[in-house]
């Protein structure tokens, strides 16, 4: 009889858990629509609205994806790749990004674009100091995936009532295609050479995991995936590059370190390329990767080249801005 009524007890116990965790859950997901932006242009707060600008671009458009950090964002010029090869491409990329959060954001490219190569910058393969952490920014950009209001629980101070309720509509378009433009020239101490080395600093076991993750996600729509390193002084050495490469080689990828280009039309000259330096790369930087990049893109993957197509005659003024924006000539940092 006792033990009857104990599991009784037991069994309402955990109705009420499920009930309760079910009633929380089912309220966090309203709260997490009401406090999402409702648009994604800037003024809206959603992070990273240039990162997000391939929503503005008409579906299945852009053939190539480039994810990373700020290195990434500094060191591509989409324009440039448009302008000299007529490859149409959009930098999804955000500041301190993780492999969490580039696999939620190629989430949201899939949904509205059907890339056919992506790129990615290995840099963030060890982004922030240690595993643990990496995998702890890692999972909490899924978490804010599914519960956006832990993002954005600060919005309910600046938003209206009509905004909470308001369908999404993300459309905001930039012209520089997620690239961070700068004119801004300020050299580093010294030029970065990297000693070659056997030693191998292996990838972390948490970005192979996400890695294997992207790369699935990957073959089950066809997309090839290209590795790259935009050169940056302050986190990039020869061991890294061995684990990648041998990363690269077991997985079939090609992976270019642009710290080893040495062809002077595209080598990196660290007094001119670098807009803070030696951390990002500026414009003129991102020009060369992009050139070198291009190049090698014709060679290895069926990219078509969409200059003189109708559809994208936009992408012919956009480059009128990019190109009037990089006539005005270097800008001289000193601090």
Not at 56 to 76: H, K, M, Q, R, W
Not at 132 to 159: N, V
Not at 187 to 200: C, G, H, L, P
Request: glycine content about 6%; some cysteine; overall charge neutral.
């Amino acid at each position: 009889m006792e033990e009857k009524k104990n599991r009784k007890i037991t069994i309402i116990r955990l109705i009420k858990v499920i009930v309760f965790l079910a009633g929380f859950v089912g309220l966090s997901v309203i709260v997490s629509y009401m406090l999402t932006p409702k648009s994604s242009h800037p003024e809206s707060g959603i992070s990273y609205p240039s990162a997000r600008g391939f929503y503005g671009e008409p579906e299945n458009t852009i053939d190539i994806v480039v994810l990373g950090n700020s290195c990434a964002y500094s060191g591509f010029s989409p324009m440039e790749l448009w302008n000299k090869f007529g490859f149409v491409s959009y930098v999804a990329s955000e500041g301190n990004q993780n492999l969490g959060e580039s696999i939620c954001i190629f989430d949201e490219v899939l949904k509205h674009q059907k890339p056919k190569l992506l790129i990615i910058d290995v840099d963030c393969f060890w982004q922030t100091k240690n595993e643990i952490s990496r995998i702890e920014y890692s999972l909490k950009a899924y978490l804010y995936r599914w519960f956006p209001m832990f993002k954005y629980h600060d919005r309910w101070k600046t938003t209206t009532m009509e905004e909470l309720f308001a369908d999404k509509q993300y459309n905001y378009r930039t012209t520089t295609k997620g690239q961070f433009l700068s004119r801004d020239t300020k050299a580093a101490e010294k030029a970065f050479v990297m000693e070659k080395t056997d030693e191998v600093e292996e990838v972390p076991k948490s970005s192979v995991v996400f890695m294997n993750i992207l790369l699935k996600k990957c073959e089950e729509n066809g997309i090839e995936v290209l590795l790259i390193d935009i050169p940056a002084n302050h986190s990039w050495n020869y061991a890294k590059h061995n684990g990648v490469e041998e990363f690269a080689k077991e997985n079939g990828l090609h992976f270019i370190d642009f710290s080893l280009v040495t062809d002077e039309k595209y080598a990196i000259n660290w007094e001119k390329d670098t807009r803070d330096g030696g951390r990002h790369l500026n414009s003129y930087g991102a020009r060369k990767v992009t050139r070198y990049l291009g190049e090698f893109i014709k060679e290895n993957y069926p990219i078509e080249d969409k200059r003189g197509d109708e559809a994208y005659s936009q992408w012919d003024e956009d480059y009128k801005e990019y190109k009037a924006f990089m006539k005005k000539g270097r800008k001289n940092v000193k601090k």
